[in-house]
């Protein structure tokens, strides 16, 4: 959920020990929209302009098989300059209009969902309808669409009377009628059990439902009492006949604790499973994968879960596996997509350097720049594992079976007759002869490439008598499946189509967010030769200048497919060296940048 973050010690405590901070989106009880065929993989495009999206979804998510977009609350918000335009002032509506936000106008928020659903894509909107604006921004407006407010008070929409009368935080959270009708830091609980505040926020819903949209996550939902919540969405209109007509696919970011559990809102539709990100985030960070077969067990029932790696909250409050990792980040996403448990959220968002509150990159009014995935601090996560969208699909309804092991960090699995994965969370490579229940055939490795329109840019592996042969990188996969064929190089397979680009090297070039003072130099430092051997005197030395500050970059050849870590230090003028904190970054060395290049976007931590 996105609230006002001046109190982020607070959520990141009660995030640690599975309090709920924020609420699900629920799904309305008739029948639901069903996904585009397979097509249910949902990517949360973090912050991203509509015109961005737009793009995005005719270039990149409708072709490689993406089901739906998240996309960031839609409705006017508050603006603070004075906060440098936090990510949470979208959380903290100031009215339903979709006139004017940092991302765009309606127009082109129309013309995102209508490109959107030409390339088969749908859109979920992050709906806030919990609260309204919190205290330390009432009285700051105007709001993004030049609308006035204070706090309980919103011209044309809400007054006074149609807020809980609580008016104070929550502060004991083992009450669930405290956490249900009590100001959640400080925002403007508003009363949902009120027949008046239910219809507001139903026709704010049905507008975005005319205009497209083809389903909801309801932010801060545990904090909605379930009746209310299912008074609203009974209100909600049928979505588009292009998403089969039904009731909007709606999944509620509930964090279960003792008090109140996903159980008590899956009648109302999915929830997103915070205990599935622990996990597999766990798993992967610590090189522990080989029981994850059982991924799931004992959580949500599959059907009702939304699982996801790291969402915008946990990636700044419960950071166990983020972008900052690197490979091994990629990799947990890539067995999400693998791994038959759940609904999968890919993560695509943007670098910040130390400031948790930092918005997106933006033009100086606070408005967002359009999305650059090779610079100004986009990440774009999702595209590393495009690839394995259409695995995703193609092996839906197969369980897994012929799992086999090696040692605790490394796990191979077929998904029925209709896929093969191999998973490495090791800094060294895995060749094995695999044994499959796939057709002999030549197939397309989609972990390390993807498939469309028929083509296949990755290696291909070729099975025979239900077996094939593969390395698997360090800290890396390979994933076939029965519709991704491929065609083996001249020099075998295991190679890309026509011998790929033989890369012996890789130029890899780092892209760092860091903030210094005047005097301060940036490195990048790791456990291989070329970045010093952990010697930060040794390190690859980054440059940056008044046109790119924070942003740090340099680059340095590196010894293909080999697994290394990393990590950045600040180098001071009397020789002292600060490093950042955490664990060391995993990467493996590739050619992902193309042309035997690779890059790497992180930010200080």
């Not at 309808?129 to 309980?152: C, E, L, R, V």
């Not at 009731?247 to 929830?271: C, M, N, R, W």
């Not at 490195?523 to 046109?547: F, H, K, M, N, Y």
Request: charged content about 15%; some cysteine.
């Amino acid at each position: 959920m996105g609230v006002r973050r001046s109190l982020a010690a607070l959520l990141a405590a009660l995030l640690g020990c599975a309090t709920s901070l924020v609420a699900l989106t629920v799904a309305a009880s008739p029948a639901h929209a069903a996904p585009s065929g397979n097509r249910d993989v949902i990517v949360h495009l973090f912050q991203w302009r509509w015109k961005s999206i737009a793009d995005e979804c005719r270039t990149t998510l409708g072709p490689h098989g993406f089901g739906a977009v998240q996309v960031s609350p839609p409705q006017e918000h508050v603006v603070l300059p004075a906060e440098d335009y936090p990510w949470w002032q979208d959380y903290q509506p100031v009215s339903y209009k979709l006139d004017q936000t940092r991302r765009g106008s309606r127009a082109d928020f129309i013309d995102m969902v209508n490109t959107c659903r030409e390339a088969g894509v749908k859109i979920y909107v992050d709906a806030v309808i919990n609260h309204m604006t919190g205290t330390g921004s009432a009285g700051a407006g105007p709001g993004s669409a030049g609308s006035s407010y204070s706090k309980y008070d919103y011209p044309g929409i809400y007054q006074s009377q149609d807020f809980n009368d609580c008016r104070r935080d929550i502060t004991n959270w083992n009450d669930k009628w405290e956490v249900q009708h009590c100001e959640l830091v400080g925002l403007a609980d508003l009363k949902t059990s009120s027949p008046y505040v239910q219809d507001r926020i139903a026709a704010y819903l049905n507008e975005l439902i005319d205009l497209g949209v083809a389903g909801f996550r309801i932010d801060a939902a545990k904090h909605i009492p379930e009746g209310d919540l299912q008074a609203i969405l009974s209100r909600l209109k049928n979505v588009h006949p292009a998403w089969g007509g039904g009731k909007p696919y709606t999944f509620q970011e509930v964090i279960a604790d003792s008090t109140i559990s996903t159980g008590s809102y899956t009648h109302l539709g999915s929830v997103t499973e915070f205990q599935y990100h622990r996990d597999i985030s766990h798993a992967f960070a610590n090189g522990n994968i080989a029981h994850l077969t059982g991924l799931g067990s004992g959580l949500t029932p599959s059907d009702k879960a939304v699982v996801f790696v790291v969402n915008h909250d946990t990636q700044r409050y419960e950071p166990i596996l983020t972008h900052t990792d690197g490979a091994r980040y990629d990799l947990a996403q890539k067995f999400m997509l693998a791994h038959p448990y759940g609904t999968p959220k890919v993560m695509s968002s943007y670098t910040w350097s130390g400031d948790d509150k930092a918005g997106p990159p933006m033009h100086s009014d606070g408005t967002t720049r359009p999305t650059d995935c090779s610079a100004d601090r986009w990440l774009c996560e999702h595209r590393a594992v495009a690839g394995m969208v259409g695995f995703h699909n193609a092996v839906a309804g197969q369980g897994i079976g012929s799992a086999v092991t090696d040692g605790n960090g490394r796990l191979a699995f077929a998904r029925g007759s209709a896929g093969y994965a191999a998973f490495n969370a090791t800094n060294t490579a895995w060749t094995r002869t695999f044994t499959t229940s796939l057709p002999d055939g030549v197939y397309c490795d989609v972990a390390n490439g993807t498939f469309v329109d028929g083509v296949c840019d990755g290696p291909s592996y070729q099975v025979s008598g239900g077996k094939f042969t593969a390395t698997v990188p360090a800290n890396g996969a390979v994933a076939l499946h029965v519709e991704a064929p491929g065609s083996c190089g001249p020099d075998g397979c295991g190679t890309p189509p026509g011998g790929g680009d033989d890369c012996t090297t890789v130029t890899a070039r780092f892209h760092a967010t860091v903030t210094t003072w005047y005097g301060q130099e940036v490195a990048v430092v790791g456990s291989i030769p070329e970045l010093g051997s952990w010697q930060p005197a040794q390190g690859v030395r980054l440059r940056t200048d008044s046109g790119t500050y924070p942003v740090w970059s340099g680059a340095v050849d590196l010894p293909a497919g080999v697994g290394f870590e990393y990590k950045y230090v600040k180098l001071n003028p009397d020789g002292t060296v600060e490093w950042e904190q955490g664990g060391n970054r995993i990467a493996t060395v590739d050619d992902s940048g193309g042309g035997c290049s690779q890059n790497f976007y992180d930010s200080w931590r």
